[in-house]
């Protein structure tokens, strides 16, 4: 099968064109490199560095092309407060500029990586697909924005779309930026240098934390299955962990003893986050298998830059 993954150099792109390159399909990948790295993709992976609202290279890259998997994204909550301009330009309008591209080139399917950002606060827990949105960041806005744009451009040209919200996911290979980075590799990372474990707000805030293996085997499953056309799937660990609770698992894992230290909390997050992937099991046979403590030891064994 024919592929083209937008942002495949990045954190989970590179785990899907990996994989995917890896059972033999022929795998195209665009990405401005801001975040990616594409020395991390397989020499099986056709890789081209460039921009998504590029219309004339996504139109070459779409040729023969039956599945779009469309990552490219921008995807700091806390920066999205101060960016919210750039937050648009790249995750609205880049979706929008690759929908034209996608209807002119007549791909059969595209698959959109959006995020349980934005659900926002609710009452209920776990957050299912029929839940009412209430986006708290920029960030979280253009991602529901983009999830409109690929359902309506989609509909009304007879592309077929899914749209997979994904939650906290992690594991090895993710960055670990100087500003804004994701918590267990930052979290990992100050444990294993005697640092201190940074927690914003009271530490009760709950994420839902996903393997990035997990994650890929529900995008895998979602290039194949029928009957998901318009369909907006959850794809999350179905488990809700607090930030006490992770800075304790590890803790535990690292075997280390940082130092925890309470700053305020960042605006723009939620104070809740745990998916119902009830639908996504129904649908793409999606189980879960890497419960948090396992995949925080596998990233700490397999992430080269934790390596003393």
Known sequence: ?????????????????????????????????????????????????????????????????????????????????????????????????????????????????????????????????????????????????????????????????????????????????????PIIPNFIKHAITNGTLVIHGDGNQTRDYVYVDDVVNAMVSASSATGIDKSVINIGSGVETSVRELAKLVIRVTEEKPEELYNPRLSGGTSRMCADISLANQKLGYIPLIPLETGIRLTLEKDTQFKK
């Not at 791909?107 to 609710?122: C, E, H, K, M, P």
């Not at 839940?131 to 309506?152: C, D, G, H, N, Q």
């Open 1 to 181: 099968m024919n592929f083209l993954i937008t942002g495949g150099a990045g954190f989970l792109g590179t785990a899907l064109s990996n994989r995917l390159a890896r059972q033999g399909h022929n795998v195209r990948v665009l990405d401005d490199t801001s975040t990616g790295d594409p020395s991390k993709l397989v020499p099986e992976v056709h890789f081209t560095r460039g921009d998504i609202n590029d219309r004339p290279m996504l139109w070459t890259l779409l040729q023969d092309v039956e599945c779009v998997f469309h990552l490219a994204a921008k995807v700091s909550v806390s920066e999205s407060v101060l960016f919210p301009r750039d937050y648009n330009t790249v995750n609205v309008g880049g979706t929008v500029n690759l929908m034209e591209a996608v209807r002119d080139a007549g791909t059969n399917r595209v698959i959109l990586i959006s995020s349980g950002a934005i659900y926002g606060d609710q009452n209920e827990i776990p957050y299912k697909e029929s839940t009412t949105p209430k986006p708290r960041s920029p960030y979280a806005v253009s991602k529901l924005a983009a999830e409109y744009y690929v359902r309506t451009i989609g509909q009304l040209a007879g592309i077929q779309t899914v749209c997979l919200r994904v939650f906290n996911a992690y594991g090895p290979g993710q960055r670990i930026p100087a500003s804004h980075p």
